[in-house]
């Protein structure tokens, strides 16, 4: 962190409006940090004022995609955190403009206003595999160390939470059908970490507690294959569905009629990361580049998960057992 104290230091947060950004935000507030969240759609972000004291956080217009906006979000900014992603490309919105292109776009801002960068990337990273997800996330972290080799870079693996889009998603889709698709017979392992635990993580770095130009891998304490996490959603709704391994050449095909949907459940893309466990791998630990290594104890997905998730239950909130 600068000389400044945490109530004169001044904290950009790009993508702070989303899934991640909201605990981030908050992760900063609780520390008493000045807040500016760069999105989009500033007049939809005003929620997050609340997370704050009066003028702490405030929301103004930027787009990765026009570095003026950028700059402007940057100026004056010690410290500088990234958290735009996509995870199906639609339109304008391609992987490498949003998280190769747009990434060296933040770094380089952030390296003219002098700030610090936290760029947060993903487990699976990759530029020799087959998903251009994975391509584009390894060429942001390359971009990013080119223009600011000092900058913390954050790979979280599956992230969970309220608002996340995986046991909700699937949880959802149980309550209507009667199996759910087992890609590659479902053996392809994740390390699902909390989005709270994420954050911390990310405010740690803002704080100055990580190492300067490493690639921290952040997951939780449970290690499951896909098969056994659509076994944990279905015992946390209390609803039974058969379980149907899907072959990935046969999902790659259907995925493909399903990628014109407005938000598609599956693309090809998201296929091919599929194939590959999305886990914290061996180097890292014995590196200390964990949330252990930062003194975080990670929550389970069994004591955040059922909080809700419950509302995917054919009861509701109430046990018909105890009834």
């Not at 889709?173 to 087992?182: E, H, I, K, S, T």
């Amino acid at each position: 962190m600068t000389a400044k104290s945490k109530l004169e230091t001044l904290v950009t947060v790009f993508g702070g409006s989303g899934f991640l950004g909201r605990h981030v935000v908050r992760a900063l507030a609780q520390r008493q940090y000045r807040i500016r969240v760069a999105v989009r759609r500033p007049e939809l972000a005003g929620f997050l004022r609340p997370m704050g004291r009066v003028g702490q956080i405030h929301a103004v217009q930027a787009n990765l995609r026009y570095p003026q906006s950028v700059a402007a979000a940057v100026r004056d900014a010690d410290i500088v955190i990234n958290l735009v992603g996509i995870l199906f490309e639609r339109g304008r919105q391609r992987f490498d403009a949003v998280q190769a292109e747009g990434a060296e776009a933040v770094a380089l801002a952030a390296k003219a206003a002098g700030a610090q960068l936290v760029h947060v990337s993903a487990i699976g990273a990759d530029e020799t595999a087959p998903s251009l997800y994975a391509q584009s996330k390894a060429e942001g972290e390359r971009r990013v160390l080119a223009a600011l080799p000092e900058a913390a870079i954050m790979r979280p693996s599956i992230v969970f939470g309220p608002e996340d889009d995986f046991f909700n998603r699937f949880a959802a889709l149980a309550r209507m059908a009667p199996a759910l698709p087992l890609p590659g017979g479902g053996q392809t392992r994740f390390a699902p970490v909390f989005v709270g635990d994420v954050a911390e993580a990310i405010a740690k770095a803002v704080d100055g507690d990580t190492k300067p130009g490493t690639i921290y891998e952040l997951g939780g304490p449970d290690v499951r294959t896909f098969k056994a996490l659509m076994e944990f959603t279905l015992a946390t709704i209390q609803r039974r569905r058969l379980l149907v391994p899907v072959p990935f050449a046969l999902l790659k095909l259907q995925a493909a009629l399903l990628q014109v949907l407005p938000k598609p459940p599956i693309t090809p893309d998201q296929v091919e990361l599929l194939k590959r466990d999305n886990i914290v791998s061996e180097d890292a630990r014995r590196d200390g580049r964990t949330l252990e290594a930062l003194g975080i104890v990670p929550e389970s997905m069994a004591a955040i998960v059922p909080s809700y998730l419950w509302r995917f239950r054919k009861s509701g909130q109430f046990d018909p057992h105890t009834a």
